[in-house]
């Protein structure tokens, strides 16, 4: 049995451990899946762009016909304090540590029936850890990936707990010995396994539409603001694979990949085999986003 560490975590109300926090068996999460989630990156103790997070819970809760449990200021109250006890036991401050706040909302404990009920109380989980980021060695040389046909549901726009899809498609890059699978569908790119994927052709940053078929990570709307700040310019439509395939440069995106540079498809060069001009200015126009974030 694996034991858990005594770490922060807040649990419907109350905060606790890990090792205390406990469902029903009975909970539509635990039995069906039947839930959203946020994950919100903290730099020195500040958390990065929670608005847009926020905005996308609601929109996910919507989809999921659930009300909002808390309002967006008690969401962050719960995030500072779990980020305050979590630095606190390394022996640090807040502002010492980057950390992940992850957040959880399933329809709540009820017996198994696929209808929705409507007159259950929802549970609310949250808790943080610290962030590991990419290191520099794969900012430097970029990474791998391999392609896979995208075998998941079609409401992929939707945060949803139910992951086996995204856990089937992590697990092909794995045992390929590669940090992500990049999907496609119908011949058309959609996203990575735990990833958003952008094409750079001609020094224009491509990327999938915002649609059913993908999850808009909340780097959709910061890289369109670095290409616009930067005057590089940006697109979103169907991207065939032929076109990623002769990408000038491939690049990931998400909370803890920030912007992560794919050197190697499939075992072919990605471009030049080596990270690119257009990575190297959204990297630092993300890095800029950062040392913002962390401003009083």
Same mark, same amino acid.
Request: hydrophobic share 45%; charged share 20%.
């Given at each position: 049995?694996?034991?858990?560490?005594?770490? #922060?975590?807040? +649990?419907?109300?109350? @905060?606790?451990?890990?090792?205390?926090?406990?469902?029903?068996?009975?909970?539509?999460?635990?039995?069906?899946?039947?839930?959203?989630?946020?994950?919100? #990156?903290?730099?020195?103790?500040?958390?990065?762009?929670?608005?847009?997070?926020?905005?996308?819970?609601?929109?996910?809760?919507?989809? @999921?016909?659930?009300?909002?449990?808390?309002?967006?200021?008690?969401?962050?109250?719960?995030?500072?304090?779990?980020?305050?006890?979590?630095?606190?036991?390394?022996?640090?401050?807040?502002?010492?540590?980057?950390?992940?706040?992850?957040?959880?909302?399933?329809?709540?404990?009820?017996?198994?029936?696929?209808?929705? #009920?409507?007159?259950?109380?929802?549970?609310?989980?949250?808790?943080?850890?610290?962030?590991?980021?990419?290191?520099?060695?794969?900012?430097?040389?970029?990474?791998?990936?391999?392609?896979? !046909?995208?075998?998941?549901?079609?409401?992929?726009?939707?945060?949803?707990?139910?992951?086996?899809?995204?856990?089937?498609?992590?697990?092909?890059?794995? =045992?390929?010995?590669?940090?992500?699978?990049?999907?496609?569908? =119908?011949?058309?790119?959609?996203?990575?396994?735990?990833?958003?994927?952008?094409?750079?052709? !001609?020094?224009?940053?491509?990327?999938?539409?915002?649609?059913? +078929?993908? +999850?808009?990570?909340?780097?959709?709307?910061?890289?369109?603001?670095?290409?616009?700040?930067?005057?590089?310019?940006?697109?979103?439509?169907?991207?065939?694979?032929?076109?990623?395939?002769?990408? =000038?440069?491939?690049?990931?995106?998400?909370?803890?990949?920030?912007? +992560?540079?794919?050197?190697?498809?499939?075992?072919?060069?990605?471009?030049?085999?080596?990270?690119? #001009?257009?990575y190297a200015q959204l990297y630092a126009g993300y890095a800029e986003a950062k040392a913002q974030s962390r401003q009083p």
């Amino acid at each position: 049995m694996t034991t858990l560490p005594s770490l #922060p975590c807040y +649990l419907n109300g109350e @905060f606790t451990t890990l090792p205390n926090a406990k469902i029903s068996v009975m909970d539509r999460g635990f039995i069906f899946g039947d839930g959203v989630y946020e994950v919100v #990156p903290a730099y020195g103790g500040r958390l990065f762009r929670f608005a847009q997070h926020m905005a996308r819970l609601d929109r996910n809760l919507a989809e @999921f016909r659930v009300a909002n449990p808390l309002t967006h200021t008690q969401w962050a109250d719960v995030a500072k304090q779990l980020m305050t006890a979590f630095a606190a036991s390394k022996g640090v401050g807040a502002d010492a540590l980057d950390q992940l706040i992850y957040i959880q909302i399933t329809r709540g404990v009820a017996l198994r029936d696929h209808v929705m #009920p409507t007159d259950i109380t929802p549970t609310v989980f949250v808790m943080t850890n610290a962030m590991t980021l990419p290191t520099e060695a794969q900012r430097s040389q970029g990474v791998a990936c391999v392609t896979a !046909d995208d075998f998941r549901w079609e409401k992929a726009h939707i945060k949803s707990t139910s992951l086996l899809g995204a856990v089937f498609a992590r697990q092909i890059g794995y =045992d390929a010995g590669a940090l992500e699978t990049v999907m496609f569908r =119908d011949g058309f790119l959609s996203e990575a396994a735990a990833s958003n994927v952008w094409v750079v052709k !001609d020094g224009k940053v491509l990327g999938a539409p915002k649609d059913n +078929l993908v +999850l808009e990570g909340i780097r959709y709307g910061l890289i369109e603001e670095i290409c616009h700040a930067r005057g590089i310019p940006f697109e979103l439509r169907r991207l065939s694979r032929d076109e990623v395939k002769h990408a =000038d440069e491939l690049l990931l995106s998400s909370a803890t990949k920030e912007v +992560l540079p794919v050197t190697l498809l499939d075992g072919q060069a990605v471009g030049t085999g080596q990270p690119g #001009p257009v990575y190297a200015q959204l990297y630092a126009g993300y890095a800029e986003a950062k040392a913002q974030s962390r401003q009083p």
